[in-house]
Every structure is written in C-alpha cells, then in structure tokens.
C-alpha cells in the first residue's frame, strides 16, 4: 500500500510542477526555461513568510502573486519581443533563470533553507500510516487539474485561450486580444510555478538551484504530453510510478533519472507523445 501511495502522491507532486509549463507552452509555443526560477521564487517565498512569522498557509497566495506579477513582468519586457524567435525566447528564459538564481543567493546567501511542515504526522489508509502531508499533495494535485478543466471549458478566458491554441491567426482576425490572452496565460503558468515551490518545501530542503532538478523532469514530462493537461496527468502517473519503483528496488540516484531517460525513449518511439490522449 505504501508503494501504491508512493506513486500516486510522487505523480500529483510532479504534476502540480509541470502544469504551470505546460499552460505557458500550450499558449505561447515556448518553453519557459526560467520555470525552476518561478519554482524556487515560490519556495523562498515560504522561507520568507516563516520568518516573518506569518501562517505558513499565507505561503501559497503570496508565492502565487509574487510569481505571477514577476511573470507578468517577465512576459512584457523580456519574452514578448521574441515570439516570432522562439530559441531565442528558450535562451532568453534560461538567463534569467540563472539571473534569479544569483538574485535570490544574494538575498538569502547560499545556505540551505528549511520550512515548518504544514502538516506534520501521519495517517492510517488501509492499515498503512502514510505521511498526511503527502496526501494534501495528492489533493491539491486533482484541485488543480478539476481547476483547470473548469477554467478551459467553462470560462471565456479558457474559451480564448483555446482558441489562440487551434489558431492564433484567426483568433486574431476574429477579435480576440492575443496579446492580452499571450500575458495572462503567463503570469497563471508563473503564478502556478510560485505555487509548485511552496509545496515542495516541506518535502525537500530549499536553496538557490533547487529549481533546475524539477525543471529537467518537467521539461521531459511537458515535451511526452504536448498541449493536453489529460496527457500530462497520464505521462506523470506512468513515468512518476517509475521513477518509485527504481528508487525503491535499485537506486535513488538511477530513480532521479528515470524521468528524463523514459521520456526520451517515449519521444524516440513516438514523436508525438502522449498528445493524442
């Protein structure tokens, strides 16, 4: 049961942190490269909460506002000139991440940080005791995903943004401010990033570079999935389940790479992905 559970909160975790790239990338047709500096804003975000002694809980919408107004930033100074040059934008996207890194090393230095847990002990699931923490994940994990479905299907902002996805071309022709629907969906993908450090910290340590570890997988995971948020939830439960079962029954050093490794044979296999789920 545990190794069940294992996988299924490991799959959520990961899926929280890849939304936010997939959402830009679904819109935007770039990868944002600076997403584990999004990430790691989000988690020194709870860093700083702590230490003004604020409820951790506060954590989430000030990393969701802090990386959605840097993003919103990010998007009109940085990457808007750059849309008809999208390996310019990826490069551009990289730098700043590296910027952000250093920006935030000399504002907390380079010593790892550490966050109260939100919610420490344990709970009884089918005679298994299993951390209660990594069941929220699990829970905010299918929040969001409900969240999302909901924002894309029934809102007008989703409407559009679907849209911009088929055909930006007639989108535009059609009246629809792409370039307004190009920076909201921005700042949402940062804003979500923001959100994905914050739950991160109880489980991991915090420091500078934490991001690009999480950025690699997602980037793999982003790229099996293509523009579907069902195909990134299924490329998270296959390849997040792997990478369990090889930390568990051979290596924690093979399991942090499993991800990338399985993605790359999937896309070797089929270009395409999981796009068509």
């Not at 009884?124 to 829970?139: E, H, K, N, Q, W």
Request: hydrophobic share 60%; net charge positive.
């Amino acid at each position: 049961m545990t190794l069940i559970l294992d996988i299924l909160t490991t799959a959520a975790i990961l899926f929280v942190i890849a939304t936010g790239l997939l959402t830009i990338f679904g819109v935007l047709k770039i990868i944002n490269f600076a997403h584990g500096a999004w990430l790691t804003i989000g988690a020194y975000c709870a860093v700083a909460v702590g230490q003004l002694g604020w409820s951790p809980w506060l954590a989430f919408p000030v990393a969701f506002v802090v990386g959605a107004v840097l993003g919103g930033l990010t998007e009109r100074f940085i990457v808007r000139p750059l849309y008809a040059r999208p390996l310019d934008a990826i490069l551009a996207t990289w730098g700043l991440g590296i910027v952000v890194g250093q920006l935030i090393t000399l504002g907390f230095g380079r010593d790892v940080q550490f966050t109260a847990p939100l919610l420490p002990g344990t709970a009884d699931i089918l005679g298994t005791s299993y951390s209660i923490y990594r069941l929220f994940a699990l829970g905010a994990a299918i929040v969001i995903g409900l969240g999302f479905s909901w924002l894309m299907e029934g809102t007008r902002l989703g409407l559009s943004a679907r849209a911009v996805i088929m055909n930006e071309a007639l989108a535009h022709v059609l009246g629809l401010d792409t370039r307004r629907i190009r920076w909201v969906t921005f700042m949402i993908g940062c804003g979500l990033a923001g959100l994905a450090g914050v739950l991160l910290t109880p489980l991991t340590s915090v420091d500078p570079n934490m991001g690009l570890a999480w950025l690699v997988g997602s980037f793999m995971l982003v790229m099996v999935a293509g523009q579907s948020f069902a195909a990134l939830a299924l490329a998270c439960l296959l390849l997040g389940g792997a990478q369990v079962l090889v930390s568990t029954f051979l290596s924690p050093i093979l399991g942090g790479i499993t991800v990338a490794v399985l993605a790359a044979i999937i896309l070797r296999i089929s270009p395409k992905g999981f796009s068509r789920v």
